[in-house]
């Protein structure tokens, strides 16, 4: 199920961070493997602004999660993480088109996000999914402020890409936050 996150989902959600960032080891990105979770204040923080959402298993615990920013009028994806118990189950599809919908109803037109080129998981799985690469000459502001801070953090020592697709309403919901899974 795809539900708003709750405040004792919030540890969890960095169990997942962790543990979704193992298999970068897997492909020589230790670094990206080692990087420490969201801090609880700024988990708080998406929270407490109503842009972040899990996906949970059959006993209502968090096994995904997403976090969404405002940026230059777009609701860009923060993050996506999902334990690797439950990777290839669409739970990231499910919670991008949950956030599509959110956007969707607050007169957003796009979702943004950035993301690594050559990770499987990371570009070609959100192509799959509909997002197409922004050019540099594409990128607003808070966008080419975004790319800026991950190079001075040491995201750019691997490709990297923003990318883009409109918003949409899935056509099937039976609910308006709950996907069954």
């Known amino acids: 199920m795809i539900r708003s996150a709750i405040v004792?989902?919030?540890?969890?959600?960095?169990?997942i961070e962790v543990a979704a960032?193992?298999?970068?080891?897997?492909?020589?990105?230790?670094?990206?493997?080692?990087?420490?979770?969201?801090?609880?204040?700024?988990?708080?923080?998406?929270?407490e602004?109503?842009?972040?959402?899990?996906?949970?298993?059959?006993?209502?615990?968090?096994?995904?999660?997403?976090?969404?920013?405002?940026?230059?009028?777009?609701?860009?994806?923060?993050?996506?993480?999902?334990h690797p118990r439950a990777a290839?189950?669409?739970?990231?599809?499910?919670?991008?088109d949950e956030i599509s919908s959110w956007a969707a109803e607050r007169g957003f037109a796009a979702l943004t996000l950035t993301t690594f080129v050559d990770v499987p998981w990371n570009a070609p799985y959100y192509e799959r999914l509909g997002f197409r690469p922004l050019d540099d000459c594409e990128l607003t502001p808070g966008l080419s402020q975004i790319r800026e801070d991950e190079a001075r953090n040491g995201l750019a020592a691997w490709p990297r890409v923003t990318m883009t697709r409109p918003v949409t309403t899935p056509a099937r919901r039976a609910r308006p936050t709950?996907?069954?899974?």
């Open 88 to 96: 290839r189950q669409g739970l990231g599809a499910l919670l991008l």
């Open 21 to 47: 960032g193992a298999p970068f080891r897997d492909i020589g990105m230790d670094a990206i493997a080692e990087d420490p979770p969201p801090p609880l204040d700024e988990l708080r923080e998406f929270l």
């Open 49 to 82: 602004t109503g842009r972040i959402w899990v996906a949970a298993d059959g006993n209502d615990e968090p096994v995904a999660y997403a976090l969404v920013a405002l940026v230059d009028g777009a609701a860009h994806i923060e993050q996506v993480s999902v």
């Open 8 to 15: 004792t989902d919030l540890p969890a959600l960095q169990q």
């Open 178 to 181: 709950t996907h069954a899974v």
